[in-house]
């Protein structure tokens, strides 16, 4: 059945969301398609649930590090299963209650996979929905990785829901995914590995500041293996083998679970784009500055659909969002600005990184200087028990503009949002040291940093 829109939206997360409720609240006739429950990989398989188990490792963390400092800890453990059950309170009524509010604003939804059957036309089910315009925000999945028994890998989304953990598991890849993960799992008491074939593990972030974290996760007891290709996975007798290399040394590792945390791709493979004319590249649906596909102007991507330059973060698939809303609606006028956007890995300690790191800021011919150092005999880690913490901030010479913060310790995830403020904003030094701040907090050592 053929039914008429002005605009389509493929995909219920942050940035499909957004473009649905603005079209729809200025007299649009929109509709929402999306084949998985309703909310999106950050409300549902993502960042929420992942920090509420991260939440659990901390108050063990915090814990582990106060015995002898006036808290006795020994019975602080995490109950996988009760864990499991607060988490869900969280996920579990997402789905339903973003369905109610489809319906409330009056945007028709629709259940099944998506794909393209003509220039803003849509196939859904027995249903081809026709828009005038079309915006795609499907997100992104697990990359493919082309080794034998890839198969028997766990997604980051069925990590979230394990009613039990295993005793062993192997984290296919460095990146924020498997960090995370396995320091939530190495904290509820599993032996746990990380793989990962290049020489430094989180390569968004800055090298300085991930070496300290790489040696607390591996005095966590975690096994961070660098340099080491995985080359295959084997199910045996109710575990798995993985096979992998270091140096040219065939090795083999041996774990009840193993983690797909080496990447994700947008989730556009089977929207057959071509019949729309729709042009991708690697990093998606390719689009100009207005976040419009650059061969057909009917259809716009957002968020980890587009080719957009922005980093694959849930606030920007937000703001992509609210661009394309902006550009439908008014005529494309809006470009998005990707400066000051902070970035957070959820390990405990957290680490966290917003605008140039050393290497870039040299290449685009800067000239500035980096104050570092390490912290954590300041006050605000001592006073937690934190050994594992330090920063770097990069100063502009003669405007004195703060062009990159990075942070490790307590309260980075929350403390780099003032650096990103101050990077978005053009801020300077003299900026960040004039105000008060309330003491001691971990925003009063800022003056320190610059």
């Known amino acids: ?63 582990q590090r106060m015995r002898g400092k006036g808290i006795r800890a020994e019975q602080v453990r995490i109950d996988w299963r009760e864990l499991m059950r607060f988490k869900r309170s969280f996920t579990e009524p997402v789905a339903k209650s973003r369905e109610e509010s489809y319906s409330k604003a009056g945007i028709s939804a629709f259940h099944d996979r998506a794909r393209f059957a003509g220039p803003t036309a849509v196939q859904v089910g027995d249903d081809v929905l026709e828009g005038r315009k079309v915006v795609i925000a499907t997100g992104a999945k697990p990359a493919k990785l082309n080794i034998p028994g890839s198969e028997h890998l766990t997604a980051s989304d069925q990590f979230l829901e394990l009613d039990e953990l295993p005793p062993r598991m ?6 924020y995914i498997s960090f995370e993960f396995a320091h ?19 390569g968004r972030f800055d090298p300085d500041l991930v070496d300290p974290l790489v040696k607390r996760t591996r005095d966590l007891g975690i096994d961070v293996e660098l340099e080491t290709s995985v ?20 090795r083999v590792f041996e774990a009840e679970r193993v983690v797909h945390g080496a990447g994700r791709v947008p989730e556009i493979d089977d929207l057959d784009l071509a019949t729309a ?36 973060l849930t606030p920007v698939a937000g703001y992509e969002g609210q661009i394309v809303a902006t550009n439908l609606l008014k005529g494309n006028h809006r470009r998005p600005d990707y ?20 290497a870039a800021a040299r290449a685009q011919g800067l000239r500035f200087h980096a104050n570092r150092g390490d912290t954590s005999r300041w006050y605000s880690s001592r006073r937690v028990g934190e050994s594992c913490s330090g920063f770097k901030t990069l100063i502009e010479e003669g405007t004195g503009r703060i062009l990159g913060a990075h942070l490790l310790g ?19 030094v003299t900026d960040l040291e004039e105000p008060i701040a309330a003491y001691p907090t971990h925003a009063s050592d800022v003056r320190y940093m610059v």
């Open 1 to 63: 059945m053929k039914k008429t829109f002005d605009l389509v939206v493929i995909g219920t997360g942050s940035a499909a969301s957004t473009v649905a409720s603005r079209c729809r609240s200025a007299g649009w006739e929109v509709a929402i398609v999306d084949s998985r429950p309703f909310g999106g990989t950050c409300a549902l398989r993502g960042c929420d649930p992942k920090k509420v188990l991260v939440a659990a490792a901390e108050a063990v963390d915090w814990n």
């Open 170 to 175: 192997v984290f296919v890849g460095g990146g």
């Open 184 to 202: 939530v799992a190495a904290r509820a008491g599993t032996q746990v590995t990380i793989l990962h074939r290049g020489a430094r593990p989180l």
């Open 231 to 250: 080359e295959g996975i084997e199910e045996a007798s109710g575990s798995f083998r993985v096979h992998g290399s270091t140096a040219g040394k065939k």
């Open 277 to 312: 004319g729709i042009e991708r590249e690697e990093g998606g649906v390719k689009v100009n500055e207005y976040l419009q596909s650059v061969s057909n102007p009917a259809v716009y991507a957002a968020g980890d659909a587009a080719a957009s330059g922005g980093p694959p």
């Open 339 to 358: 400066s000051g956007v902070p970035s957070v890995v959820f390990t405990v300690p957290p680490l966290a990184s917003v605008g140039l790191q050393e």
């Open 410 to 428: 307590p309260n980075a995830d929350e403390l780099i949002n003032l650096f990103a403020l101050a990077i978005r904003s053009g801020l300077r």
